[in-house]
Structure formats: structure tokens, C-alpha cells
């Protein structure tokens, strides 16, 4: 959807979809980046910025949220990715400054580290440990007091290990 020209004396309307931990230092203080692009947004008087909040994205009905000509829309961990896409195009249809439906890929590590390697994007060195419950004995896992190693490859410790889908996920610093 491309936006005309506003020669009407409306302001186009941005809606910010975001969870208040990824955009905010205490209850009413946006983080210093947020606090930029938006005051930067309004600084050219042609946008008002309607910042959604998580009372709305996680307890309202999608029918009930601001309508906007533009969605600004980030995943982070409890943000409902597929309320937002049924927001975005079922109901509403605004313009999308960042697409939704690749962000799917950021709920998974693996799938991550997997589309940069396939654009040709350095990832540190890596291995996963799929485990069906927790310290289950794998045959391909071994942990000492100094290491770990995954199929072959020996991680010295410290390391950092993120759970991934009910798995591990493994790196050197």
C-alpha cells in the first residue's frame, strides 16, 4: 500500500507496536534510541505517533487498537507476533516499515544463525544440543569441569548457552 501525498492537514498516523521492555527505562521514559526516532518522527509536524503499549498489544482485542497508515511492529520475547499479523493484515492493512512475518525466524537461534550463513554473514563458532527433558544423556554431548564437547567439537568454558526450542544452544566468546 503506498501512502499519497497528505494534503489535507492530516497527520499520518505510526503506530509503534512494541513491548514496553524493549522501548522503555521505567514506566513512563522511553530508552534513549526509542526517545530519538520518535522525537525525530515528530519533528517534521506531518506524523503523530500512537505507541501501542502492552495493555494493548497483549490484553486488548485487535479491533479495539489505534488505527495508523504505517506499523512500526519488533518481536521480543512474549510479544504476540500473530495477534499483530491479524492486526496488521486482516483488519487493518497499514503500511509495514518492517515486515512481520520473517520475524517468525527470530523465535528460534538455529533459524537465525541459518539465514546469515546463508547470505554469507560471520556467526561465531556453534553447535546445538537438542534434548528431549532436561539432562537427558546424549551420546554426542560430553561436559567436563573446563568444557564441552558436541559431536567433536570442544567449547572451553565460559561459554554462552541459550535455550533454543526445549534444546541448547552453544558458543565461544
Not at 19 to 24: G, L, N, P, Q
Not at 55 to 70: A, G, H, Q, Y
Not at 129 to 138: F, I, S, T
Request: glycine fraction near 6%.
Amino acid at each position: 500500500m503506498e501512502l499519497e501525498e497528505n494534503n489535507d492537514g492530516k497527520k499520518i498516523r505510526i503506530g509503534v507496536c512494541v513491548m514496553e521492555k524493549k522501548v522503555k527505562c521505567g514506566p513512563e521514559v522511553f530508552s534513549a534510541p526509542m526517545e530519538q526516532i520518535l522525537n525525530r518522527l515528530q519533528s517534521f509536524g506531518e506524523f503523530q505517533v500512537l505507541y501501542f503499549g502492552d495493555k494493548v498489544i497483549l490484553e486488548d482485542p485487535i479491533e479495539s487498537w489505534p488505527f495508523c497508515d504505517c506499523l512500526i511492529a519488533f518481536h521480543s520475547c512474549g510479544y504476540p507476533l500473530e495477534k499483530v499479523e491479524k492486526y496488521a493484515a486482516a483488519l487493518r492493512e497499514p503500511f509495514l516499515v518492517n515486515e512481520l512475518e520473517p520475524q517468525h525466524l527470530l523465535h528460534d537461534h538455529r533459524k537465525v544463525y541459518e539465514h546469515l550463513e546463508m547470505f554469507g554473514i560471520p556467526v561465531p563458532r556453534y553447535s546445538c544440543v537438542n534434548r528431549e527433558v532436561p539432562y537427558q544423556q546424549l551420546d554426542y554431548f560430553e561436559e567436563e569441569d573446563d568444557y564441552v564437547e558436541v559431536h567433536g567439537n570442544r567449547f572451553w568454558k565460559p561459554f554462552v548457552e541459550k535455550p533454543v526450542d526445549g534444546g541448547t544452544f552453544f558458543w565461544d566468546l
